[in-house]
């Protein structure tokens, strides 16, 4: 049984950084997609940054641009979001999803396997 679970999270002023992780367990093949997703408080989940099999190929939402870095490690199964320059906008739980196949985006119906959440909560 695959499991995807984060961690990370917490609270940090803005302008602060942080590192989250998300460790697929129970897999015996590399997820083609691995993305970050976030759900702020009364509003929709929306994508934040995906990142292909081999790490070369990534994308990111327009307001993480240039302050987030989506990354991978396939031997341990981790896809990693670098946090940079927050703000208090970021506040919200982020989620870590991941699919097998298919075409490599930001859209939720994409995904598969999806985690419990991490809190992010950043301070003004």
């Known amino acids: 049984q695959v499991q995807l679970v984060e961690s990370g999270g917490g609270s940090v002023q803005a302008g602060g950084s942080l590192r989250l992780s998300c460790v697929a367990s129970?897999?015996?093949?590399?997820?083609?997609?691995m993305a970050w997703f976030r759900q702020a408080p009364g509003k929709e989940r929306e994508g934040v940054a995906v990142?292909?099999?081999?790490?070369?190929?990534?994308y990111y939402a327009d307001s993480v641009k240039g302050r987030f870095t989506i990354s991978r490690d396939n031997a341990k199964n981790t896809v990693y979001l670098q946090m940079n320059s927050l703000k208090p906008e970021d506040t919200a739980m982020y989620y870590c999803?991941?699919?097998?196949?298919?075409?490599?985006?930001?859209?939720?119906?994409?995904?598969?396997?999806w985690g419990q959440g991490t809190q992010v909560t950043v301070d003004s």
């Open positions: 129970g897999v015996t093949y590399s997820m083609k997609c």
């Open positions: 990142i292909g099999t081999s790490g070369g190929s990534t």
């Open positions: 999803a991941a699919v097998r196949i298919g075409y490599c985006s930001l859209a939720q119906f994409s995904y598969y396997y």
